[in-house]
T-cell receptor, first 114, second 116 residues
Framework: AQKITQTQPGMFVQEKEAVTLDCTYD???????LFWYKQPSSGEMIFLIY??????QNATEGRYSLNFQKARKSANLVISASQLGDSAMYFC???????????FGSGTQLTVLP | EAQVTQNPRYLITVTGKKLTVTCSQN?????MSWYRQDPGLGLRQIYY???????DKGDVPEGYKVSRKEKRNFPLILESPSPNQTSLYFC???????????????FGPGTRLTVL
């Protein structure tokens, strides 16, 4: 079974609008971490936001917020006020277990339209 | 500047010709790892290391070797590359910080490898 599922291979959003990128995860661990990374066309991996499994508040970083619904095992990324520079591939990832290994989803290609 | 560096950034080689991709970090991180990225599959971990002389397999270790003789370096070795190892490779590092506490993994810029 997939540990991280991103069901949206591609998404389009109009500039200045908000967009939600979906991520569901599967784990039996009580302690785990959820991450979102951005990969622009230049290829580098840019860390966006982190949510710990015990964090009661949803994580926020500027225009990024993580909608964490633990019971539903979802960790959706919300980007408010989209900008053209937000066009990129977005990856959801989970860290669990003593090895601290990151498991990634297959990614969502976001295109922001002017 | 805190960073993870990888060399080379681009490499085209032929089947069977041994190659090494270097990875170095200047943040004194204990944990280092290698990933490969393929379309539709996201990033998959190849090997990781939790400290000097301690390495372990990730999800896709076949065809790869690693070593961790120094804390800062974690080279990826392909003894006999094959076309199915054509991929984008990332090295990453982070401190252990007592286990699962640390929130960010620092990635290198990536190495695009083509095996003909």
């Amino acid at each position: 079974a997939q540990k991280i599922t991103q069901t949206q291979p591609g998404m389009f959003v109009q500039e200045k609008e908000a967009v939600t990128l979906d991520c569901t995860y599967d784990t039996s661990d009580q302690s785990y971490g959820l991450f979102w990374y951005k990969q622009p066309s230049s290829g580098e991996m840019i860390f966006l936001i982190y949510q710990g499994s015990y964090d009661e508040q949803n994580a926020t970083e500027g225009r990024y917020s993580l909608n964490f619904q633990k019971a539903r095992k979802s960790a959706n990324l919300v980007i408010s006020a989209s900008q053209l520079g937000d066009s990129a591939m977005y990856f959801c990832a989970m860290r669990e277990g003593s090895s601290g290994q990151l498991t990634f989803g297959s990614g969502t290609q976001l295109t922001v339209l002017p | 500047e805190a960073q993870v560096t990888q060399n080379p950034r681009y490499l085209i080689t032929v089947t069977g010709k041994k190659l090494t991709v270097t990875c170095s970090q200047n943040m004194n991180h204990e944990y280092m790892s290698w990933y490969r990225q393929d379309p539709g599959l996201g990033l998959r971990q190849i090997y990781y290391s939790m400290n000097v002389e301690v390495t372990d397999k990730g999800d896709v270790p076949e065809g790869y070797k690693v070593s961790r003789k120094e804390k800062r370096n974690f080279p990826l070795i392909l003894e006999s590359p094959s076309p199915n190892q054509t991929s984008l490779y990332f090295c990453a590092s982070r401190p252990l910080a007592g286990g699962l506490d640390y929130n960010e993994q620092f990635f290198g810029p990536g190495t695009r490898l083509t095996v003909l």
